[in-house]
C-alpha cells in the first residue's frame, strides 16, 4: 500500500554538545534564527520576525541565489526548554503540516534535538525538509558552538 501525502512524515535528531535552555531559546529569538535557519549553508540568508506565544506567528525567509523562499506558522505548543509545536508553511509541504520539537538534557552541556514534522506536497518534499533540517541543525550546533 502506498503513503497518502497526508501520511509522509520524517524525524531528525541531533545531539548538540550545548545546554538546553541555550539551545531552546535560540529556536525562539529571530536575531538566531536568522543564523542558523539558512539549509544552503553559508551562501544562504535569512530574515526572521516572531511571536514567540502560543497562537503567535513566525516568518523566516530564506534567500538563496537572489531567490526568497518564504516560511511561516503559528505556535502550537511552547514548553519552555522542553518542546515546540508549530505549523509550517513552506513551498514544499501542505498548509496542515506540523513540526514538533523536543529538547532532551542529556547532561549539564549535551542536548538532544528530536524534530519530527507530517505531511508532505511528495515524497521528495519530504526528503528534501530531511536534508534542510539535518542542514538547519548543524548550522544551529556551529551558531551555538
Do not use: C
Request: glycine residues 6%.
Amino acid at each position: 500500500m502506498t503513503e497518502t501525502l497526508n501520511e509522509l512524515e520524517l524525524t531528525v535528531s541531533r545531539k548538540i554538545p550545548v545546554p538546553r535552555q541555550k539551545v531552546f531559546d535560540a529556536w525562539l529569538s529571530p536575531r538566531m534564527m536568522e543564523k542558523f535557519m539558512r539549509p544552503g549553508g553559508s551562501d544562504m540568508t535569512s530574515t526572521a520576525t516572531n511571536d514567540p506565544v502560543k497562537g503567535g506567528r513566525f516568518s523566516i525567509i530564506m534567500q538563496d541565489a537572489g531567490k526568497n523562499i518564504p516560511h511561516a506558522g503559528t505556535y502550537l505548543e511552547i514548553d519552555p526548554h522542553s518542546r515546540l509545536a508549530f505549523t509550517w508553511e513552506s513551498p514544499h509541504s501542505l498548509d496542515d503540516s506540523v513540526v514538533t520539537i523536543d529538547f532532551a538534557e542529556l547532561g549539564p552541556s549535551l542536548t538532544e534535538i528530536r524534530l519530527h514534522q507530517v505531511k508532505f506536497r511528495s515524497e521528495a518534499a519530504r526528503d528534501g525538509h530531511i536534508s534542510g533540517w539535518t542542514a538547519i541543525f548543524e548550522a544551529l550546533e556551529e551558531t551555538l558552538g
